[in-house]
């Protein structure tokens, strides 16, 4: 069955860096748009960023832009989401989600504090 699983989230001080990594299974994962969301406490889920096939089209929200990228490796099912600069209010479940397929993965927390 169609399966995605996040890992890489972490305590981190602001201005840190962390890769949250995304594997699909159970599916062709080339073809397929992989987006991450997140979901603050007490607040619905909110658009990060997206990577799409053939030519790995990205997407972003302005409030990361210039400090997360998004890339994949379809060799190895996976889509990366590099967090560089991390703010406090990046805190936050991290979720990849295939969206073609309404599917989604279990949420790897992030949480920025020092």
């Known amino acids: 069955q169609v399966q995605l699983v996040e890992s890489g989230g972490a305590l981190v001080q602001p201005g840190g860096s962390l890769r949250l990594s995304c594997v699909g299974s159970g599916f062709r994962f080339a073809a397929y748009s992989i987006a991450w969301y997140r979901q603050f406490p007490g607040k619905e889920r909110e658009f990060v960023a997206r990577i799409s096939p053939p030519y790995s089209t990205t997407e972003w929200i302005d409030s990361v832009q210039g400090r997360f990228t998004i890339s994949r490796d379809d060799g190895k099912n996976t889509v990366y989401l590099n967090m560089n600069k991390l703010k406090s209010e990046d805190t936050a479940v991290y979720y990849c989600?295939?969206?073609?397929?309404?599917?989604w993965g279990q949420g790897t927390p992030v949480t920025v504090s020092s």
């Open positions: 989600t295939a969206p073609s397929l309404n599917a």
